[in-house]
């Protein structure tokens, strides 16, 4: 049950060009979360403040009670985020939306995430179960490649990309996965990031009858299924409606979402 609580901030730190980890004590949050679920921040003052901003569970400390979000700044929201200090607080509501199925049942599973999609693909494979992981990571350069420790730890196998080369293969990371599929044998695959990647992710897994889960992030407003801001085109039978990325979401299975 999401709530709206006002947490202190316990540690932030700007961990790679434009890119900040904020730790925040919350029990409720450490306790309740899952993984592929985010919280929707108050950003700004005055009237901007209406529009929240929504940010995934990167990974929680359930005996400590604390949990970290990871962000990069692209706009007013977040520009007015990293500005706050270790020992203020945040105002947020969560935790919302779905989250990833990590059934037992799955027990060779790959996450293929891409620039901000990283972040909630360490929280599940921290919580999974499985035995063997295998993470697909995608930056545009070296200088943004963060958390490496924390997915080599969380995973069996980690595989990086950069788009200038700069570190790890030179190009785009469904090329990697594209390569391991065969072979590789997973039962699932769970991906977050850039739509043109999670779109090729999922052509990858449907043409190796592969179940993938994937996790948009779209455009949000009220954050709680009430304003349609972030609707996307989901199938309905023979036809198409429109899901809630909020509320439905934000983790869709491959073969239900329509993407244009
Ligand atoms: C479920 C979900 C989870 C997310 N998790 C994270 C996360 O863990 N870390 C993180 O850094 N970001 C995450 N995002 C994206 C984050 O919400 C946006 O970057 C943020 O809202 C931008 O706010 P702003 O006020 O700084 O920028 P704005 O001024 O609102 O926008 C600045 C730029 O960012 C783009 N933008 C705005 N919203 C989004 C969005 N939802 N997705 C992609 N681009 C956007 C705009 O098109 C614009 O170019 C997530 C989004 C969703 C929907
Ligand atoms: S953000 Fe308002 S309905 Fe999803």
């Known amino acids: 049950m999401p709530k709206v609580l006002r947490e202190k901030i316990k540690r932030i730190e700007n961990i790679a060009p434009g890119i900040f980890l904020m730790n925040i004590e919350s029990g409720y949050i450490a306790?309740?979360?899952?993984?592929?679920?985010?919280?929707?921040?108050?950003?700004?003052?005055?009237?901007?403040?209406?529009l929240r901003r929504p940010i995934s569970i990167c990974r929680v400390d359930r005996s400590e009670g604390t949990f970290d979000i990871v962000f990069q700044v692209k706009g007013t929201g977040t520009e007015f985020l990293c500005r706050k200090q270790a020992g203020e607080t945040v105002d947020l509501i969560g935790p919302l939306g779905n989250s990833f199925d990590i059934d037992d049942k799955y027990e060779n599973i790959a996450v293929v995430g891409g620039g901000i999609g990283i972040f909630p693909l360490l929280f599940l494979l921290n919580e999974k179960k499985a035995t063997k992981k295998t993470a697909f990571l995608g930056f545009r350069n070296k200088e943004l490649i963060v958390l490496r420790k924390e997915f080599e730890q969380a995973s069996d196998k980690l595989n990086i990309s950069t788009d200038d080369g700069s570190e790890g293969y030179n190009g785009l990371i469904t090329d990697l996965l594209e390569k391991d599929i065969v072979q590789?044998?997973?039962?699932?695959?769970?991906?977050?990031?850039?739509?043109?990647?999670?779109?090729k992710v999922c052509n990858i897994a449907d043409s190796s009858s592969i179940k993938c889960q994937v996790s948009l992030e779209q455009r949000m407003g009220c954050g709680i299924g009430a304003c349609l801001v972030c609707a996307c085109k989901t199938k309905y039978g023979d036809d198409w409606e429109y899901s809630h990325v909020c509320k439905d979401g934000p983790v869709f299975s491959s073969s239900e979402v329509i993407f244009e």
């Open 31 to 50: 306790e309740n979360a899952k993984p592929g679920q985010f919280v929707n921040i108050k950003c700004c003052e005055g009237l901007n403040a209406l």
């Open 184 to 199: 590789a044998g997973y039962d699932m695959i769970y991906t977050c990031g850039p739509t043109p990647m999670i779109k």
